[in-house]
């Protein structure tokens, strides 16, 4: 019967509280009566003893400032790139934590490298290229886990993608992310409109690549291409969230209307043809007896044979040492309304790539 008093005495005091010290329909807000709340503790702690005190003063803590108990927030941290590009052993990039929530600590971070004959990390997340090939810098922070792909690059390349997406863009991007490679996609904007085509859209920005603009309707004329490029570009950032920053002409027709479309114009000095060869041995065979470090080249991924070859190409020019870029990247801050057709040949440029 000892409780009962205690329960009396909380529906009494609690009461009280709510109905004299809030408004109608709320709880005990903090400043607005600490008389009436210092009395409900008292209360409670003179009828029911310690174990009721405990109890009484966690309701009073919530009564008095209307707290909801809430999930802790999971802390997360990522690297600030994605990847990291080396034209040679004995160079160096500097690693650094972006952690979140705003102030996380981060200064516990430990980092380690998956091979060191290629790569090496100090303590202070600052990796040293010591030979030729590709592996991966760990990182990790109060049980989580995050990494950077290194690459040490004799030779690069960007192979780009025309006029999708299509079927067989999702098969070629599982390709490209197990090989960790990328590449710049010149999207048609007609086939990035609709459902299926934003989900390939925003599939291809998602894992690092580049969206690039190759008009709505494929239609390069001078009548008609400046119109068609904003209609695309539309549809690029529906999917992405930005703008286009490059642009292909249809067919590599450049008119005076391209060359004053605000963008750098991009064209090719390797083409396959692959869009008339609707053959995956002979694609593949040409670009990997024609390529040369710092070209552009040229593939459409709406054709399945184009995609077959481009994974095979992976591959092979993956063992003669080439690095997969995009082409902003290998051109280095293309200018706009320029034509380009190839990054430089000579030299492979050390950079951070972000997220």
């Given amino acids: 019967m000892a409780g009962i008093p205690a329960l009396v005495a909380v529906f009494v005091v609690s009461s009280l509280i709510v109905g004299g010290g809030a408004q109608s329909g709320s709880v ?3 400043g ?49 790139a994605r990847r990291l590009i080396f034209a040679k ?56 886990t995050t990494s950077a792909a290194v690459t040490v690059a004799k030779k690069w390349v960007a192979i780009t993608f025309d006029d999708g997406p299509g079927a067989d863009t999702p098969r070629l991007l599982e390709a490209m992310k197990a090989k960790g490679v990328y590449s710049t996609f010149f999207i048609v904007g007609s086939n990035g409109a609709g459902e299926k085509g934003q989900e390939r859209m925003k599939a291809v920005y998602k894992e690092g690549n580049e969206i690039a603009n190759h008009t709505y309707d494929h239609n390069g004329s001078a009548s008609n291409v400046l119109g068609s490029l904003k209609k695309a570009d539309e549809v690029i950032k529906k999917a992405t969230g930005k703008p286009a920053v490059l642009m292909r002409p249809p067919g590599g027709a450049i008119n005076e209307n391209t060359k004053k479309n605000g963008l750098p114009i991009i064209m090719w000095s390797l083409d396959p043809q692959d869009w008339k060869h609707r053959n995956a041995d002979y694609v593949t065979d040409y670009v990997t007896k024609h390529v040369e470090s710092g070209q552009i080249v040229l593939l459409h991924d709406i054709h399945k044979t184009s995609v077959d070859a481009a994974i095979r190409i992976f591959d092979i020019l993956d063992k003669q040492g080439y690095a997969f870029m995009t082409v902003s990247q290998i051109l280095d801050d293309p200018q706009p309304n320029t034509v380009y057709n190839k990054g430089s040949s000579s030299e492979v440029k050390t950079m951070k790539i972000p997220y």
């Fill in 28 to 30: 005990f807000a903090a």
């Fill in 32 to 80: 607005q009566n600490p008389a009436q709340a210092f009395l409900y503790k008292i209360a409670i702690r003179s009828v029911g003893g310690d174990r009721i005190s405990r109890a009484a003063d966690s309701v009073g803590r919530s009564r008095a400032t209307d707290y909801v108990p809430q999930p802790k927030d999971e802390m997360s941290f990522r690297l600030d």
């Fill in 89 to 144: 052993p004995g160079e160096e990039l500097k690693l650094e934590v972006d952690a979140a929530p705003p102030g996380a600590d981060s200064s516990d971070v430990a980092y380690s490298s998956s091979d060191e004959n290629v790569a090496t990390v100090s303590e202070d997340g600052t990796v040293t290229a010591t030979n030729y090939g590709k592996c991966t810098i760990n990182a990790k922070l109060d049980g989580h």
